[in-house]
Structures are given as C-alpha cells and as structure tokens.
C-alpha cells in the first residue's frame, strides 16, 4: 500500500537525485522540473539540508534581474558509502562520497574463500570505518562477481566460491550489524557507472564486462532490467561451441571459459604462444596486448580468435534485446584497439543483419574503479532511505 510516507521518501530521493546530477540548481528550478509546488520542494529540500545530505550554497548564478536564487548542492565531504569487492584472492575496499568522489581506496588480502565474511567484517570496522572519521556511512555495499539472488536471499559466485547453500548473507548481517546492508553483482556496478557518469544517452545499451569471467546487464529507457542482482542475464554462460571446455556451471563451451581472463593460459597455449618470460605467473591480458604491440605474430592471433568469439555471443545478445550500443568493459579492454576491431569486424558478418548493422560496439570510457563509485551511486539512487527510517536489512532489488 502507497502511503504518505512512501511517498514523501520517494519524493526526497527525486530531489537529492536531481540536486546530485544538477550541482548549484535552486528551489524553482527544482520545482519547474519535478512540478512540484515550490512550497513542496522547499519543504523537501529543508529537509535534506537538516538531514545533512544538501547544503545551501548561498545565492548562485541567475539569468534574470531581481533576487538570485539559492544554489544547492549534495554535502559529499559529510556522506559516504563504504563499498567492499569480493574478489578471487583480495578485497577492494573504499568509501566513496555522497557526490561520487574516491574518498578512500585500498585492498586487503583473501587467503581463501572461508575467509570472506570475517576478512569483510575487518576491513570494514578496522579500515573504512576509521578512514570515514566524522562523515556518517550511508551504507554498505558488497560487491560479488556472481548472482545476487532476492528470491532465495542467497549469493551465488563459482569465482569466490559461494553457492546457495553457503551463509555468508546472514553471517555479514551479523558481523556488519547496525548498518544498512546491500549486494550488488560486479558487472552491474560498471555498467551502472557507464550509464550514470558518461554521455551515454542511448535508450537500449547493453554492457559487456570482459574481465576473468564474462557478463552483461542490460538498460531500456534508462533502467537497469532486473535491478543490480545479475538475474537478468548470465550472459557469460551463453554457450557458443557446444563441443568446448567444460565450464564452472557445468555447460559446455561457455563464453566466459573461452574469452574471461582465466581462459587465456589455455588458448595461449593453443596458439604456441610463448609465455616463459612471466616467470610462472598467471597470464593477463594486458600481456597479450604487449606481446602483440611488439610485434608477435601468435599474439595477435589470439587477440582475433577473443575477438571473434566474443562477438558470436555478442550476436546473440543483439538478436534477443536489440541494443543500440554495446560497451565492452573490464580488465579485456587492456588488449587495446586490436580486439575492439576484431570484435567489430567478426560481428559485421554474422547475427542478424537487420539488428547487427545498426549496432555500435565501443569500449568504456571509464576505468575499473567505476565498479565502486556505480554501486556507491546505484545504492544511493535506488535503496538508500533520506526519510532517516534506514534501518538494517538485505538490498537485494
């Protein structure tokens, strides 16, 4: 049932969100968009700024005689969002401000996946939390490279580890008790980020994150299908050689055990390339891109047998959702200007043509910090409570 309430925090969430997005805007401005009563805005706004989440800039820029109006802009010095990506081997950890600035950054050390929750828990109360001093956490967000899945309150991640079964969600309730919590899968985080910090304006993007596995979200009239939880698609797991290696998930030939970064020691060695020079450590592909810029022949090979096979999935992608852009992100864009042509060039000779021709393929403008900052923004814009009624409980939308 919608009540007052409901819909005064909504409303609180609209102007923050326009403030954020529009630095120095004023009461009427703010009215003229949302239409509003100006007496509403201003309400709402006082709101904000006893909350301590807006501050009045004092009179800004008018383009009219008579009084300037007010500027308002979002107090990020006071307000951060503690973010914490669970990876294979490490953490990246980070408090990022209410106006999307890198306030803090490190990473920690993960032994093994057992480790997970307590190593959570350290980095949190023994680093972010001394790290925000007297900014108040919004939040925090736990990033996984897996499905964040409501309907089960689970986490599903063969690359840390987790499955349904493991309680790792209501073992981080516990140890991060007293602060909102949410889950946000990595892909999402990147292709949210695209969509919110770049002039990206297209109404049907697809984000493809070519990283040590393979994902993909998905916007339509700029919403994210199915939330940040990565039960939309798992686009990493389309299958393009029914004859391939066996994958995680148990399928045959998947794209993420042939294009992700962990498949590259094994079609490297397919290719003959030569890899004593790193001395035992695990191929990357930033690697393969500078054996390739210095001139190695089986290196450049390899970069268009990954490009290629990245665009068959991509066609398929193409033919099911009918984007008109398709953003390659992750740690693949390392291969460098080679593999977005050999992506461009495979995907304009299959798929369906009518689909296919319109579509542009182009690489992120963002670094890969931007998983933190999108699910900072991301949790922000969709779960966090302005209303100050924020209480602990699983995000999982």
């Known amino acids: 049932?919608?009540?007052?309430?409901?819909?005064?925090?909504?409303?609180?969430?609209?102007?923050?969100?326009?403030?954020?997005?529009?630095?120095?805007?004023?009461?009427?401005?703010?009215?003229?968009?949302?239409?509003?009563?100006?007496?509403?805005?201003?309400?709402?706004?006082?709101?904000?700024?006893?909350?301590?989440?807006?501050?009045?800039?004092?009179?800004?820029?008018?383009?009219?005689?008579?009084?300037?109006?007010?500027?308002?802009?979002?107090?990020?010095?006071?307000?951060?969002?503690?973010?914490?990506?669970?990876?294979?081997?490490?953490?990246?950890?980070a408090l990022v401000s209410s106006d999307s600035r890198m306030a803090y950054r490190s990473q920690a050390p993960l032994n093994a996946p057992e480790e997970g929750v307590e190593q959570i828990r350290r980095a949190f109360f023994e680093v972010l939390l001394p790290a925000a001093g007297s900014a108040r956490i919004m939040g925090v967000c736990v990033i996984i490279p897996g499905i964040v899945d409501e309907e089960r309150q689970s986490l599903f991640s063969t690359v840390i580890g987790v499955g349904h079964d493991d309680p790792v969600v209501p073992q981080l309730q516990q140890a991060l008790a007293g602060y909102p919590l949410c889950f946000l899968n990595d892909t999402a985080c990147l292709g949210y980020a695209e969509r919110v910090f770049t002039p990206v304006r297209d109404p049907y993007v697809a984000y493809v994150n070519v990283s040590k596995?393979?994902?993909?979200?998905?916007?339509?009239?700029?919403?994210?299908?199915?939330?940040?939880?990565?039960?939309?698609?798992?686009?990493?797991?389309?299958?393009?050689?029914?004859?391939?290696?066996?994958?995680?998930?148990?399928?045959?030939?998947?794209?993420?055990?042939?294009?992700?970064?962990?498949?590259?020691?094994?079609?490297a060695a397919e290719r003959g390339l030569d890899v004593s020079g790193l001395g035992g450590r695990r191929l990357l592909f930033s690697d393969v891109a500078a054996m390739a810029d210095a001139g190695d022949e089986k290196?450049?090979?390899?970069?268009?047998?990954?490009?290629?096979?990245?665009?068959?999935?991509?066609?398929?992608?193409?033919?099911?959702?009918?984007?008109?852009?398709?953003?390659?992100g992750g740690t693949g864009v390392t291969l460098g200007p080679a593999f977005l042509e050999a992506v461009r060039t495979a995907l304009a000779g299959m798929g369906f043509p009518e689909f296919v021709s319109r579509v542009r393929v182009e690489y992120s403008r963002l670094g890969l910090d931007a998983e933190l900052t999108g699910a900072a923004q991301y949790y922000i814009d969709t779960h966090y409570d302005f209303s100050g009624n924020t209480q602990q409980r699983l995000f999982l939308r």
Request: glycine share 12%; net charge positive; with cysteine.
């Open 213 to 267: 596995g393979v994902g993909a979200c998905l916007f339509a009239e700029d919403r994210m299908l199915r939330g940040a939880g990565a039960v939309g698609t798992q686009f990493g797991h389309f299958s393009i050689d029914r004859d391939g290696p066996l994958c995680d998930c148990g399928n045959r030939g998947c794209l993420e055990c042939l294009v992700g970064e962990n498949a590259l020691g094994r079609r």
């Open 299 to 328: 290196a450049r090979a390899l970069i268009g047998d990954l490009g290629r096979d990245l665009a068959y999935g991509i066609s398929n992608l193409i033919a099911l959702f009918n984007p008109s852009l398709v953003v390659l």
């Open 1 to 93: 049932m919608i009540t007052q309430q409901i819909i005064r925090s909504e409303n609180l969430r609209r102007i923050y969100h326009l403030i954020d997005r529009n630095a120095n805007i004023s009461r009427a401005n703010l009215a003229g968009i949302t239409s509003l009563s100006k007496t509403t805005v201003s309400s709402l706004v006082d709101e904000l700024i006893r909350g301590g989440y807006v501050v009045d800039c004092g009179a800004g820029v008018s383009v009219h005689q008579g009084r300037r109006p007010n500027a308002l802009q979002v107090d990020g010095d006071s307000n951060v969002v503690a973010v914490i990506s669970w990876r294979r081997g490490r953490l990246d950890i």
